[in-house]
């Protein structure tokens, strides 16, 4: 009897048993974490339209502009004088150690609108008083003097005239060709007389004449007048010779007037170049060294 064969491992297949197939997994979606802050608020969209206007607002801007000017002016100013500071609507530097401001005008400022000069003002400081040009040597009377002196008074502006005077002519024929034209009254500034030329005279010639039109002003309108001229002119050639009258000294762009501590100032032209509400050229700012009282006494009663 034949025994059967036992097949060889390698021939024998092998059956394994198929793995279930795996299910697909599913898909998770992660929720995304809330960040708190949602752009579609109302209040939201108020607080930006807020802030938009605030920042084109010509407010916003002008206040800080104004923050960075006045921040520039100051760190500008360090060391400056401070009894000397600028005044932008004015258009120059003016001492500030002084209460009474003025001007003086004649023709080169063409017609005045008086009511804005008196109008016009900044930190205090506004036009008190003007000195008027009515004659000049003997025969020349100031075209705009006649509606200056009538206009300048109605705005509460004190008034004084001057005469421009020429050496090489008549001191006592200019005087009364002056008071031809000029009648102070109560309340007026003291009349004065403009001298800041030779004219090819001798300095003694000068003075001579000069007195005499002092005396016969004084002696009209019983007031002493004032004299005008320049630092350096005063200096040369009326130091000593005229110190009982009232002086009206120019000298420009400086923080104090250094005439000499014996010099009768009471009037300083420190300023040619301001500009003034009213008038449309440039024009002389003035001071006046005492206070109100004394401004007030020194007017002709």
């Given at each position: 009897?034949?025994?059967?064969?036992?097949?060889?491992?390698?021939?024998?297949?092998?059956?394994?048993?198929?793995?279930?197939?795996?299910?697909?997994?599913?898909?998770?979606?992660?929720?995304?974490?809330?960040?708190?802050?949602?752009?579609?608020?109302?209040?939201?969209?108020?607080?930006?339209?807020?802030?938009?206007?605030?920042?084109?607002?010509?407010?916003?801007?002008?206040?800080?502009?104004?923050?960075?000017?006045?921040?520039?002016?100051?760190?500008?100013?360090?060391?400056?004088?401070?009894?000397?500071?600028?005044?932008?609507?004015?258009?120059?530097?003016?001492?500030?150690?002084?209460?009474?401001?003025?001007?003086?005008?004649?023709?080169?400022?063409?017609?005045?609108?008086?009511?804005?000069?008196?109008?016009?003002?900044?930190?205090?400081?506004?036009?008190?008083?003007?000195?008027?040009?009515?004659?000049?040597?003997?025969?020349?009377?100031?075209?705009?003097?006649?509606?200056?002196?009538?206009?300048?008074?109605?705005?509460?502006?004190?008034?004084?005239?001057?005469?421009?005077?020429?050496?090489?002519?008549?001191?006592?024929?200019?005087?009364r060709f002056f008071l031809?034209?000029?009648?102070?009254?109560?309340?007026?500034?003291?009349?004065?007389?403009?001298?800041?030329?030779?004219?090819?005279?001798?300095?003694?010639?000068?003075?001579?004449?000069?007195?005499?039109?002092?005396?016969?002003?004084?002696?009209r309108t019983g007031v002493?007048?004032?004299?005008?001229?320049?630092?350096?002119?005063?200096?040369?050639?009326?130091?000593?010779?005229?110190?009982?009258?009232?002086?009206?000294?120019?000298?420009?762009?400086?923080?104090?007037?250094?005439?000499?501590?014996?010099?009768?100032?009471?009037?300083?032209?420190?300023?040619?170049?301001?500009?003034?509400?009213?008038?449309?050229?440039?024009?002389?700012?003035?001071?006046?060294?005492?206070?109100?009282?004394?401004?007030?006494?020194?007017?002709?009663?």
């Amino acid at each position: 009897m034949t025994t059967p064969k036992t097949p060889s491992p390698s021939k024998i297949k092998r059956t394994v048993a198929a793995k279930p197939a795996a299910k697909p997994r599913a898909r998770v979606t992660k929720k995304k974490k809330n960040s708190g802050f949602n752009y579609n608020n109302p209040r939201f969209k108020t607080g930006v339209v807020i802030v938009l206007l605030v920042l084109l607002s010509p407010f916003y801007y002008g206040y800080v502009l104004n923050f960075f000017s006045s921040t520039w002016r100051w760190v500008r100013n360090i060391g400056a004088n401070p009894h000397y500071r600028t005044y932008k609507s004015f258009a120059i530097d003016i001492p500030t150690k002084y209460s009474i401001h003025g001007i003086d005008v004649s023709y080169a400022q063409g017609k005045i609108d008086w009511k804005k000069v008196a109008a016009m003002e900044e930190d205090s400081v506004r036009i008190r008083f003007a000195f008027i040009k009515a004659t000049e040597g003997l025969l020349t009377v100031d075209p705009y003097f006649k509606r200056n002196w009538r206009e300048a008074p109605k705005v509460g502006i004190r008034c004084g005239a001057y005469h421009f005077f020429r050496a090489y002519k008549s001191g006592l024929w200019q005087a009364r060709f002056f008071l031809q034209n000029v009648n102070p009254e109560s309340g007026d500034l003291p009349c004065v007389v403009d001298v800041e030329r030779l004219d090819n005279i001798a300095p003694a010639v000068m003075r001579k004449e000069l007195q005499a039109f002092l005396n016969h002003v004084e002696k009209r309108t019983g007031v002493k007048p004032i004299i005008y001229t320049g630092l350096s002119f005063y200096k040369d050639y009326l130091e000593g010779a005229f110190d009982g009258y009232a002086l009206w000294i120019a000298h420009y762009n400086r923080h104090e007037l250094k005439a000499g501590a014996n010099t009768n100032w009471w009037f300083w032209q420190h300023s040619e170049t301001a500009r003034v509400n009213g008038i449309n050229h440039t024009v002389d700012f003035n001071v006046f060294k005492g206070d109100s009282v004394k401004f007030e006494n020194f007017l002709i009663r």
